[in-house]
């Protein structure tokens, strides 16, 4: 069993800056890649960043120059440095992990989402 729970979530202004973490913890082998998605109300949940554990790093065109997606490996962490922010920033920001688990067996594991609001 695995899981994730985020933290970092909350009302900030435009312009501001929240730092999203995401904690990964039970019968891990090796984490694979992690991700932060979001999902504004009435749209489709999308990818915001990910990152490998070889370090590769990818972004959604919006979040490029303002989001910096890293991961803490020895602590099976993940987190979400959100710089500018902008109200359409605003959404449910989730966690997910590509985990291979002690038996060596993959599986997708989502967090259960913290919110981020940004007011105008």
């Known amino acids: 069993q695995v899981q994730l729970v985020e933290s970092g979530g909350g009302l900030v202004q435009a312009g501001g800056s929240l730092r999203l973490s995401c904690v990964a913890s039970?019968?891990?082998?090796?984490?694979?890649?992690m991700a932060w998605y979001r999902q504004a109300p009435g749209k489709q949940r999308e990818l915001v960043a990910d990152i490998t554990s070889g370090g590769s790093r990818n972004y959604i065109d919006s979040a490029k120059g303002r989001f910096t997606i890293s991961r803490d490996n020895a602590k099976d962490t993940v987190s979400l440095q959100m710089n500018s922010l902008k109200p359409e920033d605003t959404a449910v920001y989730y966690c997910?992990?590509?985990?291979?688990?002690?038996?060596?067996?993959?599986?997708?594991?989502w967090g259960q989402g913290t919110q981020v609001t940004v007011s105008s």
């Open positions: 997910n992990a590509d985990i291979t688990t002690t038996r060596l067996t993959r599986m997708v594991v």
């Open positions: 039970g019968s891990i082998f090796r984490i694979n890649a």
